[in-house]
């Protein structure tokens, strides 16, 4: 352990910790099978697995390979454990980097990943832990509350209203690509399309606007 | 015995927070690693500490319609597992969702059938525990793989790491905002973007005078926007 360097140790971390993770997601229907006699039907439970399965691993790769260079890999094993990583952990990650100063990419970037997506998976527990508790019945008049109901259904838009906006004036010109290009897309292919591939979309969108930046940066447009 | 009466009993408790404990492991691990790797970067608490606040106080804004999501799922899946499958990785639409086709797989009608039979519950329980580590399954085996391919392609290429990250990240949001963007009819999502946009910009001018408040200024800017969705909502 101590001679080894310190992505080694992320990664024995992170698939260590993973795979404890999956041994006790799989605990709980095992477990139940188990304490309440009652066997798993396995044919009718693999013929219903499968195609969900698959439709969520392939969508889930694309979306990792587009994750894991921008908060890298340490946050990126715990983020998916714990989910809701587009809405939650990439933009706290994110953000942290911002308010830390640090480049985005670079080894400090990591490091402040880390802590951003420790730091929402404590809070998105405790939330959740205090939810089933009591929290849950005493907020929901306030999310029913008819003048308050659209600000709980519009967390995500503001959430890229507040993280879009200061990026695209602060790198004007690399903006220009990655935001026009999706809307044209969604144009020519349709909304239902665009929503169903929205992984595949993102992925080659992603590639599409680092060659876009690359050539701005070759011209010293940048 | 129903299915609620599983899906209620203390072994399911017991099941789920045993759980959550074992994933609650991780966080901790990779945090007690990464502020000893930040301090061998010469970075200071203060600034680590400030990372964790500010993300800490933003995870509070999205986590509140995930409650709401629990109370939805209680009905036909009891207290404790909605508890375990939305504090880890999943949705509130991936769970209904997967509950519903799993329930369909074994000749219910959906999920919100009163007394589904035990075998066929813990059916339920397997499909929708496991239909979605499609992600994690990928990182225990390849994430090393490929991070070691992206180190490399970094390390050529160090003065583009900064630009080419960003750039991918401006992919990332610039894809997933689009829909909301683009739908013209949602008003309300628009004052959101519009609000909280705009607010994250002055708020980033004014926290570069203030001292403390740039650790507040994205939850802060989401908040103008939501709130502005509601005046506008109540105006139309």
């Known amino acids: 352990m101590k001679n080894m360097t310190y992505d080694d140790k992320v990664y024995l971390l992170g698939r260590s910790t993973v795979l404890l993770a999956l041994i006790a997601f799989a605990s709980v229907p095992f477990g139940l099978s188990m304490a309440f006699n009652s066997p798993i039907d396995w044919p009718v439970v693999i013929e219903a697995t499968l195609p969900i399965f698959l439709t969520f691993a392939i969508s889930a790769v694309c979306e990792n390979l587009s994750y894991a260079p921008i908060i890298g890999p340490g946050a990126l094993y715990m983020a998916c454990v714990t989910g809701n990583v587009s809405n939650m952990k990439i933009p706290a990650a994110v953000n942290a980097m911002e308010v830390a100063g640090v480049e985005p990419g670079s080894d400090k970037a990591n490091v402040i990943s880390i802590i951003a997506v420790a730091a929402s998976t404590f809070v998105t527990t405790a939330v959740l832990f205090l939810g089933m508790l009591f929290l849950a019945p005493l907020f929901e008049p306030v999310y029913n509350n008819e003048f308050l109901r659209p600000a709980f259904d519009n967390v995500v838009p503001a959430l890229f209203g507040a993280i879009l906006f200061p990026y695209i004036a602060k790198y004007p010109k690399q903006a220009i690509l990655p935001i026009v290009l999706p809307i044209i897309l969604i144009l020519i292919v349709g909304r239902t399309f665009f929503s169903t591939y929205q992984s595949y979309i993102m992925m080659l969108v992603i590639i599409l606007s680092g060659v876009y930046s690359y050539m701005l940066h070759k011209k010293g447009m940048i | ?236």
């Open chain 2, 1 to 236: 015995m129903t299915h609620l009466e599983i899906a209620n009993s203390s072994v399911m408790a017991m099941l789920c927070g045993f759980t959550i404990l074992v994933v609650l492991l991780q966080p901790i691990l990779f945090l007690i690693l990464g502020v000893k790797r930040g301090h061998e970067l010469d970075m200071t608490d203060a600034e680590m500490r400030e990372a964790a606040v500010s993300s800490a106080v933003f995870s509070i804004l999205p986590s509140l319609p995930i409650i709401i999501s629990y109370l939805i799922l209680v009905p036909s899946l009891g207290r404790y597992f909605p508890w375990l499958r939305l504090s880890v990785v999943g949705s509130a639409s991936y769970e209904t969702m997967a509950a519903n086709m799993a329930a369909e797989n074994f000749g219910l009608e959906s999920i919100t059938v009163p007394d589904i039979p035990a075998d066929i519950f813990i059916g339920i329980v397997f499909v929708v525990t496991v239909s979605i580590l499609g992600g994690n399954i990928f990182n225990l085996f390849f994430l090393k793989t490929y991070d070691k391919k992206v180190q490399v392609l970094k390390g050529k290429n160090a003065a583009l790491v900064p630009i080419i990250t960003t750039a991918m990240f401006l992919g990332l949001y610039g894809t997933m905002a689009t829909p909301y963007l683009t739908n013209v009819t949602n008003v309300t999502a628009w004052a959101a973007i519009l609000g909280a946009g705009v607010s994250a910009l002055i708020i980033g001018k004014i926290a570069q005078k203030v001292k403390g408040l740039k650790e507040f200024s994205l939850a802060l800017s989401m908040i103008v926007g939501m709130l502005l969705s509601c005046v506008v909502n109540q105006l139309m």
